[in-house]
């Protein structure tokens, strides 16, 4: 099955103590990229990726990591997380061109104290 | 610099009766419009994109948008709601000229769609 997979869905961490979420796609995609969703703000893009080895930043990339060493993959990483990054981020894969669809994973609900 | 705004934050209908979900754009290119709904606890999904010549755009579950650049707008519609079509929907316009690569993609804010029995 054709699908996008974030890991963890929960995660309830501590400020500073370093996490990785990790997004897979199974359909070849040249593009990803990662959002975070808050109330009444929409989503608002971190990073995104062309295709390996190429990233570029989003809308609100500080404090974010990304990398790209595997078309298949591409994980977030916040080194030192703050209550501020508590949020709803959802991971998203196309074949790249501008017509071409999104396809989300399920998000990850993050909560820093 | 590119901007979407999605001029209700919240739609109120009764079932069987009409859906207008109101998205204005700004964009420097031509740009690809989409639309995308989220049901609760779910990640997104394509309603339907605009990418061509054709204004009226038709897409799944019943729905239309119909892109009208004199106004800069690109307007959901579904002629008749279901109590299923209660989620929130995204307008999205794409940062580059149609036709290119895809790179950043602008959200607007959100309309939650609430269909009443």
């Known amino acids: 099955e054709a699908q996008v997979t974030q890991n963890p869905r929960y995660l309830i961490t501590v400020t500073g103590k370093k996490l990785t979420v990790t997004c897979s796609q199974n359909?070849?995609?040249?593009?990803m990229s990662w959002y975070r969703q808050d109330p009444g703000l929409g989503l608002r893009q971190i990073y995104y990726s062309m295709n390996v080895e190429v990233t570029d930043k989003g809308d609100v990339p500080e404090g974010y990591k990304v990398s790209r060493k595997e078309k298949r993959n591409f994980p977030l990483i916040l080194e030192s997380p703050s209550p501020n990054q508590t949020s709803l981020y959802f991971c998203a894969s196309s074949f790249g061109q501008d017509y071409s669809p999104l396809h989300f994973g399920n998000g990850t609900r993050l909560t820093v104290t | 610099a590119q901007s979407v705004t999605q001029l209700d934050s919240h739609v109120s209908v009764s079932e069987g009766t009409p859906v207008l979900l109101r998205c204005n754009y700004s964009s420097s290119y031509s740009p690809s419009l989409f639309w995308y709904v989220q049901h609760p606890n779910k990640g997104l999904q394509l309603l339907l994109k605009?990418?061509?010549?054709?204004?009226l755009v038709k897409g799944i579950n019943g729905f239309e948008a119909e892109f009208k650049k004199s106004e800069t707008s690109f307007h959901l519609t579904k002629p008749s709601a279901h109590m299923s079509d209660a989620a929130e929907y995204f307008c999205?316009?794409?940062?580059?000229?149609?036709?290119?690569?895809?790179?950043?993609?602008?959200f607007g804010r959100g309309t939650q769609l609430t269909v009443w029995p």
């Open positions: 999205v316009v794409s940062d580059f000229d149609r036709g290119s690569t895809l790179g950043r993609l602008y």
């Open positions: 359909m070849n995609h040249e593009y």
């Open positions: 605009y990418t061509s010549a054709a204004t």
